[in-house]
């Protein structure tokens, strides 16, 4: 159920993409691929975005260790930015970059919906254009 | 079981660009999406390629001119080399770019296995490697 609504969001998100001139996919097998993958790439002529996309009904979605390396190695090797992007529930989407994410003790990262409100992107900021 | 062994192939070409210091993945549901897509991207820092990936036992490999079609707007849009790489029995990969791709009469697009051998890249010609 929970990973349908994901999989949903993922879908709306690669719609909104091409619907705004871009190109973006969602990646086989990522989580379970032996290679460090983000969930959806997309890029348009001159740039390149790797997504790990969350969304939860909690006010915090955090990001373990092992995922956050996974989307910096990829992003280094493929030639990409990483940015991570939450669905809160009744929220739109907000996208954080990799490095702007907080640390919680055990090195896992943490997005709180008092942050991505403050310091996330909405979808068109995601895409250079500010209104 | 044919599909089986193009999966096995495509598996064993992403292994080839990780351990070759590129990024590569298969794009989810790739033939089945609504939106134009590659089998796989790949890319390095300066680099991405967007591949439709075929193996047969014949002779020869056909694309449809609706495939054809997918790859080439969906490397316009993202910003990507389009390239077509067909592995024939018991032969290495050979690349194509799909600009350079023969044209059947009814605008389907034909590979044979001579002009592969003659005009295609092998996997590190692809990357830029020559020896």
């Known amino acids: 159920m929970h990973k349908q609504k994901g999989a949903n969001a993922e879908r709306e998100l690669i719609a909104l993409f091409w619907k705004s001139g871009w190109a973006?996919?969602?990646?086989?097998?990522?989580?379970?691929?032996?290679f460090p993958s983000p969930d959806i790439i997309a890029g348009n002529f001159s740039k390149?975005?790797?997504?790990?996309?969350?969304?939860?009904?909690?006010?915090?979605?955090?990001?373990t260790k092992e995922q956050a390396e996974?989307?910096?190695?990829?992003?280094?090797?493929?030639?990409?930015?990483?940015?991570?992007?939450?669905?809160?529930?009744?929220?739109?989407?907000?996208f954080m970059p990799l490095k702007d994410i907080k640390q919680t003790e055990n090195q896992n990262l943490v997005i709180?919906?008092?942050?991505?409100?403050?310091?996330?992107?909405?979808?068109?900021?995601?895409?250079g254009e500010f209104p």
């Not at 390149?48 to 990001?63: D, G, M, P, R, V």
């Not at 940015?83 to 809160?88: D, L, S």
């Open 70 to 94: 996974g989307l910096k190695k990829f992003s280094e090797i493929f030639g990409a930015e990483p940015w991570v992007g939450v669905r809160f529930s009744n929220k739109e989407w907000y």
């Open 48 to 63: 390149k975005l790797a997504i790990e996309c969350k969304s939860t009904k909690a006010k915090a979605q955090y990001i």
């Open 24 to 34: 973006a996919h969602r990646i086989a097998g990522s989580g379970s691929s032996r």
């Open 112 to 127: 709180k919906l008092e942050d991505a409100k403050l310091m996330g992107l909405k979808f068109n900021e995601l895409l």
